[in-house]
């Protein structure tokens, strides 16, 4: 990834071993990383977005689409409950 100009960020894991700590700025998109991760994995685990099971372009966006309404609903009666 490093050949195409992108930054790998990934979690140093030493296996046993000292870690290295990341640099600030690799820190703070690996939070970022993370929240987004998070999101996509309810995306696909808790409103459907793993078992589309309908075909063409505008009926996956729709059906992605309403998962993605349920996710950002769900976020923010957790935040205001």
């Known amino acids: 990834s490093r050949g195409f100009g992108h930054v790998p960020i990934i979690d140093k894991n030493g296996r046993g071993k000292d870690v290295l700590p990341m640099a ?3 820190a703070e998109r690996y939070k970022i990383r993370s929240s987004v991760e998070r999101a996509n994995s309810r995306l696909k685990e808790d409103f459907g977005a793993n078992n589309v099971m309908v075909k063409g372009h505008a009926k996956v966006s729709l059906h992605l689409m ?3 309404i349920t996710l950002f609903s769900d976020q ?4 205001l409950g």
Not at 76 to 79: A, E, K, N, V, Y
Request: aromatic fraction near 10%; proline fraction near 10%; avoid cysteine.
């Open 24 to 26: 600030p700025h690799e």
């Open 76 to 79: 923010l009666l957790r935040l």
């Open 66 to 68: 309403f998962g993605v």
